[in-house]
């Protein structure tokens, strides 16, 4: 498409420069996006990628540099002038007015007519192949449909520049290639769009352009065919690592050896019905299936967060009847919830409070500054965590190193049992496979860890056997060399519902 | 039924006070009356624009504790210009002016200082009973014109100038927050800040006009107060704020933002407003009103959440029951019942 005619210069960034009290961010950006054309970006957690996005679309404020788009000036932060120029940012985290309709979250702002508003939205699900009511209250959306709004909210502006902030982190596959269908739609029509993704495999799909952030500057640019996945991550991580993360180790252990940690036992709850397996020390059981199979509300229910219908669940051969969440820690049961914002951590809290936010009770009347200090510096260094200090406010770290946070957290309880949910949801490669190689050592102290996945490649990688679970139910398990991407597509899938075939 | 109440604070609202109309009615036969209506309604006047005002900030998740001050405040401007001989129209312009300049100073110091809302008002709040402390030097205002009293009376229909002004308000306020775009963004910023400011939203603007439609909401107040009473004392306007806020949270608008309508202040307003007619027509002796007041607030709010509480059960119990109750004895997934339901109309429910 660049041969022929010149195409128009959707964005241009020249030499931007942010630093955050005295940190740089950003080292002298330059980048341009052609209308028309679908631009890979990528980086580690941390390398800038978002505090770039933010200052193209007005959130932000650089120190230095310009940003033109459409050819045309963005003076000083405002989101409303990107906005007015042509762009939409399509955040990671779906912003969300929980206690408007759907159809209000998504056309808020817009000065058309409402009830054309309305059609336009609707032609825009069916395009989407979506079903969402409209006029439901946003607050009860799930996560997933949050970020579809927040998607919409980008489409239905005919933006010609669309910053698009790993959207597909949340969706089911058939959504995510309902999305990329759009996306190629918009790129005939001109629109310039910013991608950003840790998915090398949706990135091959949809992108022509590549350029790669490291530590606040362009480390790798061009056209995306001239580089293999390797010279990508590599330009990422600086280090060589191989594109794959390391495949399941094929260990030779037969865990039926071993001892039965927890035997989950006909249980039935909010959300799923008649759900068995046990999980033996040492061993990594995969729940597989897409969102809203019910895996989220089998964990809470397990961890005591919502009130259980029957059956029964053991814990190292005693049964745990009376569940609360501090009953499930102090027995050795822990969760690693799904959504780390909402859940999961104190944003305004230090680091050290939050991994000590399963131990409180244990810590005393007084908590020692000292025992959680030497537990932040113990984790810090066998997890790897990128911060500032034990008294950093945990909002302000990154996403892969919040989720090792979180992962001290529910280690400092010095759990038996695992539960994770969605470990690294929104977590870049590098880290991704730190959080893999810390799944795999826990593993191999003995820990049973149940491992909620809708990333059917991390559970082909990490896991020893495979639970999979559609609408609530039990719908098949593999073990060891069956756990494949396929076959745990295929019982998600096929057993799955029509309505998103 | 019961779902219609919990989605329906305004609704619970009106039952109780319906009920307890009834009540008093019973116990005291002549309560119920046209009269009894009009007093009701012309005592409610100062409240219900107080808590109006109150009601644009609080959407916007911000709270205004300063209205009170604000309604002595303009009064006493209102009362020192008419006394000096200025017009009555030159009088209320000056008086709605201090009101908007009240709020604007509160909106500056919450935009653009990042001032938290309770602080900076709860600073203006002395603040500005301190300016009108200065500008009479301690002195009540009195003998006030019959012009202005006049706003007071009862016209040919029963209802006075005063009554007219606050209903129009009302009306004027309810449209706007409602049928105009601008008037959304009150809720949208009140819902969630970062998700307005994404949006392009002028998230200072919204809270600013809030702000300052709540000082001349609360100057309308100061203006009334002096029509109804023909003086203005010094502590005119005293403790209204916190009793707007309560009108607020009983009308169901959230204390969190982003939520609450009109009719819900005006039900709000009028209960509690009854609330003291009522004592005074059973004949309770005045020192018990607060009393009183406050316990019936909670109860209501007490009845409303445990309402709210039972509903959101059995929507939960109705969302997850499709994994009970249809086919029954099929673990393994091929029932097309259960199948086809797409998880979006689960969350919709």
Known sequence: ?????????????????????????LKGINIELLAGQVHALLGGNGAGKSTLMKTIAGLVDADQGSVEINEQTLGTASPSAAQSLGLYLVPQEAHILPNQSVLENICLGLKAKPRALRAEAEALLRDLAVSLDLDAQAATLEIADRQIVEIM??????ASVLILDEPTSALTPHEANALFDRVRQLKAQGVGIFFISHKLREIREICSVISVLRDGAIVLSGPLSDYDDNQIVEAMTKTVQSAQPVKRTE???DFRTRDVVLEIDRFSGEGFRDISFNVRAGEIVGLAGVVGAGRSELAETLFGLRPARSGNLNLLGTPLTKRSPRDCVDAGLVYLPEDRQQNGLFLEASLAWNMSGYTMHRLGFFPKRKDETSAFDTFRQSLGIKCEGEGQQAGRLSGGNQQKVLLSKCLAADPRVLILDEPTRGVDVAARNDIYRLIRELAAKGLGVVLISSDFDEIEQLADRVVVMAHGLQCGALERDAVTVDAIAHLAFESGSPAHA | MLDFFARNRVATLCAVTILAFLLIGAVAPGYLSLSTASVVMSNSLVLMSVALGTMLVILTRNIDVSSGSVLGLSAVVLG???NDGHSLGLAIAACLLTGAVAGLINGLLVTMLNVPSIIATLGTLGLFRGVML????????EELPLSLKALADNGAVGFSVLTVIVIASLIVVGLFVRQTRFGRYFYAVGDNREAARHLGIPVKLVQIAAFVAAGVLAAIAGMIFAAQIGFIPNQAGNGLELKAIAANVLGGVSLLGGSGTVPGIFVGVIFLTSIDSALVFLKIPAFWNDFIAGAVLLLVLLLDGRVRMAVDRAIRAKRYAVHHHTNPDQPTASSPETMSKPRTQEAGE
Do not use: H
């Open chain 2, 134 to 141: 200065i500008l009479t030097g301690g002195n009540w205002i």
């Open chain 1, 1 to 25: 498409m660049e041969q022929n005619t010149t195409p128009r210069i959707a964005v241009r960034v020249a030499d931007i420069w942010k630093s955050y009290g005295g940190t740089p961010v």
């Open chain 1, 251 to 253: 260990n030779n252990i």
């Open chain 2, 80 to 82: 020192m210009m008419l």
């Open chain 1, 153 to 158: 909210r980008g489409l239905i502006r005919k």
